[in-house]
């Protein structure tokens, strides 16, 4: 098996959440428990509604957030125990708006070029060649070294914040929803280009996402989240062709087609999302389940392999009996 580059072990983050006038602080639990493994050369894909723990997870991954509880750990050490700027050569960020993660005041070369002055790569003159270099690999022209990110679009941008992470050439690159501020005929151009990417320099790359045709076309393995756990993983091709929970079901029954006359597709979910401040007993999920059964509001489901993956919930445990 591929050895794990970053691994986060039963990781746990709680905000507290200010009630208001003369109410008690109130706790959030963003993530809970979660545990999962990026293996050297893949491309893991976390997906999942807005307001999952998916972004708070991927700040934690790079260290800009500290657990509650458990662990991370890159190359089997805590990334806590880790100098920062030795952390930061190794794993760097995509953010997911191209127009506030880039200082309007630096020029494009500028920005590309600030990694390695503050890891002292290389010399000055070898620095404007790696930067050249990078904006050749991304596609971005060579006339855009001395321009500033207001006078670019937003491909642009994006592809001046992907030649930002890689130009340090690190081993773990983890995007946040990279494409979501983009155009959609922008979109493919960035995915393709980070794919292309991956395959050239042998990346491994964490991607965080809720577009799944997006992740379809570009993960090798998936990662489910609701409510701030990790409900199923396994494989891309597998679990888009026989998702085990109830919750990738429902999630992959609402990609929207265009074949005429079959309008909006029908989760079975509601309406409704739980209130991750007052989350449900047991299983999270059981009260938008329509499989939910009686233990599912009493006892929380363990994650357990089945189907070449991992799933959580109660059904397989009941199955396995």
Known sequence: MTPAVMEVRNVERHFLIDGGLFRAKRVLHAVNGVSLAVRKGE????????????????????????PTNGEVQFEGVPIGDLDRIAMARRVQPVFQDPYSSLNPRKTVGAIIGLPLKVHHVCTAQERRARILETMDRVGLARRFHDVYPNQLSGGQRQRVAIARALVIRPELVICD??????????????????????RELGLTLVL???????????????????????????????????????YTQALLASILTPEPGLGVPETNLGAA?????NPPSGCTFHPRCPRAMPVCSETAPRSQFHNRGTVACHLYHAADL
Request: aromatic share 4%; hydrophobic share 45%; net charge negative.
């Open 273 to 277: 999302f739980s209130n991750p401040l």
């Open 208 to 246: 965080i996402s809720h577009n799944l045709a997006v992740v379809q076309h570009m993960a090798t393995r998936v990662a489910v989240m609701y409510l701030g756990r990790i409900v199923e993983q396994g494989d891309t091709a597998s679990l888009f062709r026989c998702p085990q929970h109830p």
């Open 177 to 198: 929803e990279p494409t979501s501020a983009l155009d959609v005929s922008v979109q493919s151009q960035i995915l393709n280009l980070l794919q292309d990417l991956q």
């Open 43 to 66: 491309i893991l894909a976390l997906v999942g509604e807005s307001g999952c723990g998916k972004s708070t997870l991927s700040r934690m991954m790079l260290g800009l957030l500290p």
